[in-house]
T-cell receptor, first 112, second 109 residues
Framework: DAGVTQSPTHLIKTRGQQVTLRCSPI?????VSWYQQVLGQGPQFIFQYYEKEERGRGNFPDRFSARQFPNYSSELNVNALLLGDSALYLCASSVRGQETQYFGPGTRLLVL | GQQVMQIPQYQHVQEGEDFTTYCNSS?????IQWYKQRPGGHPVFLIQ?????EVKKQKRLTFQFGEAKKNSSLHITATQTTDVGTYFCAYRGTDKLIFGTGTRLQVFP
């Protein structure tokens, strides 16, 4: 079975631009969570979605938004990019949200 | 907010030596999970502990949850070069994982 997939793998943007990152969960998983991992730090929680509804939100500004589609895939949008948004963005899926989370390979975003 | 600290931040060992990383919380945790992240990779789930004093083993890896459920440790016996990476502890809150600061392990052949 395929694991969690994310696209694109790498992305370079300039300050002020907008970016959309995509995630496809493991088949049968209905919960998707997004994390930001800045170099040298642990992942920080951004959002959790379950059954297409937002179930949790971390301490991130409103420039960050996300949604989940009927097929349980998800998109993370970041507007008005700042240099500090440069990070590895990880998507994790689980069956209902409370079990073991399986992480995707991540999208490496560089903001210049 | 809840913080989970890990020590040491870095550890360099000779292949064959043992390695231990410690995870500490100021409050009682309902669970603790451990993840391994290889350089350039993503976190991979290793194990979850939920009971006070629980000890679990996976081959050369031994995981322990403290009696007070405020600390945890991961011990690797006879490290190998394949053990290289960053080890994170994390606990599951209501809707998210809270990760520790991580311990980066380097193993020299």
């Amino acid at each position: 079975d395929a694991g969690v997939t994310q696209s694109p793998t790498h992305l370079i943007k300039t300050r002020g631009q907008q970016v959309t990152l995509r995630c496809s969960p493991i088949s049968g998983h209905k919960s998707v969570s997004w994390y930001q991992q800045v170099l040298g730090q642990g992942p920080q929680f951004i959002f959790q979605y379950y059954e297409k509804e937002e179930r949790g939100r971390g301490n991130f500004p409103d420039r960050f938004s996300a949604r989940q589609f009927p097929n349980y895939s998800s998109e993370l949008n970041v507007n008005a990019l700042l240099l500090g948004d440069s990070a590895l963005y990880l998507c994790a899926s689980s069956v209902r949200g409370q079990e073991t989370q399986y992480f995707g390979p991540g999208t490496r975003l560089l903001v210049l | 907010g809840q913080q989970v600290m890990q020590i040491p931040q870095y550890q360099h060992v000779q292949e064959g030596e043992d390695f231990t990383t410690y995870c500490n919380s100021s409050t009682t945790l309902s669970n603790i999970q451990w993840y391994k992240q290889r350089p350039g990779g993503h976190p991979v789930f290793l194990i979850q502990l939920v009971k006070s004093g629980e000890v679990k083993k996976q081959k050369r890896l031994t995981f322990q949850f403290g009696e007070a459920k405020k600390n945890s440790s991961l011990h690797i016996t006879a490290t190998q070069t394949t053990d290289v990476g960053t080890y994170f502890c994390a606990y599951r809150g209501t809707d998210k994982l809270i990760f520790g600061t991580g311990t980066r392990l380097q193993v020299f052949p």
